[in-house]
Each structure stands twice: as structure tokens, then as C-alpha cells.
């Protein structure tokens, strides 16, 4: 039997495909509208750590109101890195994204001793070379971790594809940069936080890296209240659904 919640969230749904402006939302052949956040950027060293939000140029849609602007975070306690841009890694490629050797301690510049945890900052540097980081296999002698971490930041041609993740903080998915949940993201913690997606929207029965707008097949927001949200700045969609345990979230304007 489905639970009594669907029948609220088709309800919810069905508001909002009837709602004024639909037209708008959709152009011709059923496809999402192009968000006005997925365009190009000159993102120096902003990050979703270090937003950088008085730098016009790479928020100009901002309205002041956002939530988000109101969190401070404290400096991490670790900033880890892709080691090797352009080179993928995972089962049966060049590196292992599970040996922490792979990954550089930014503020040190040494290889990590550990993989990422919560209060780790994670960054995929861009590349002018398409590479995968893989963090979601499945092999006969171990299954990867959930990756559990604050800050995530995707550059320019590099693809993070993870099992399951667990974030308290910031996402945010620079140009031709892709984040792939394959089955649960859960967006926790006690703090406003943003999702941003620089990518243009695609089909909504696309999956995984056919289209940069997949999330997840799972989308889990359990904040730590109910007033604490995750504010969406351009274009997603989840395989399967959304499940809203605590918090609010928000879909900013023209996402």
C-alpha cells in the first residue's frame, strides 16, 4: 500500500503543473526550460565553501533574501582534492578513488591519510580532459562507503558518481561539471545551504550522465529542523522521488 504522503505529494504536483506560467517552464517536445543559472562563469577560486557571494558576475541573480547568505561556516578541517585532474578513478581505472592517497589535502598540499568525512570539504578541480571519479562501485570483496562530507564543489569536466551520499553543507555543480548520486542523497544538518547546478536542464527521463541535471534516484531532506532549508538554484530531477522527513526546500527563480 502506498503511503498517504503520495497522495498529498501528487496533489502538491499537480498544483504546480497547473499553475500560471507553465508555459514558461517547459519549451517545445516536453523539455525544462534552460535555468538562467546555466550559463558561463569565470569562477576564479569560488568554491561551495567559499561562495564569494559579493562577486556579481558569478551570483547575478541573487535577491538578498536567500537564506543561505545568513550561514557562516567555519574553516574546515580538511579541504580535500582530486589529486589527479583528467584521470578518472575507480574500479578498473588508473586510481583508486577509495586510497586516500588520491586525494591532496589543499591547505597542506601533502596526499591525504584518510578518505573525506563529515567535516571534510570535497573539490573535483576543472580540467580541460573529462575524467570520472567513481565512488560508487560495487566489487565482490567490499562495497564503497556512503561518501559523508560538507562542502562538495564539481569543475568544469569532471563527473563525481557516488552510491550514496550524505552532505550537511553546500553543492555546487560548476559548468559541464556533473554530480551523480546513483541511489540516495540525503541533505542534512542544522544549517541553510544552497544546491547549485550551472548546467543547462535535460530531458526529465534522462539518467545518469546522459544529462546533468540527474541527481539521484533518492533525494532525502532530513535537516536538523523544520525551518532550515536547501534552496535550488537551477535545474534537477531525482530517478525516483523526493522524500521530505524536516526542512524546507526552496527552487529559486528561473531554476
Known sequence: MKSPYCAVLAAILLLLATSPGQAQVLESGGRPATSVW???YDYGDAT???????NEEIWPHLTGREYFLDTAWPKPERTLAWAQPGTSGGRGAPLDALDPANWVNVETGEPATSLPDRNTDVILPASDEYYEVNWGFLGPERESPALRVRHVTIGANAHFWILDAVIRGNVWVQREGHFNV???LNLIGPDHTFY???????SP?????RDKSYLCQYLMFNKAEP???VEFLGMFHSGDEFQMVTSMM???GHS
Open 250 to 252: 526552496i527552487t529559486a
Open 196 to 202: 547549485r547546478n550551472d548546467n543547462t536542464g535535460g
Open 182 to 184: 546513483d541511489v540516495t
Open 38 to 40: 546555466a550559463a558561463e
Open 205 to 209: 527521463s534522462a539518467v545518469g550522465s
Open 48 to 54: 561551495a565553501a567559499d561562495p564569494q557571494f559579493d
Open 227 to 229: 525551518d532550515v532549508s
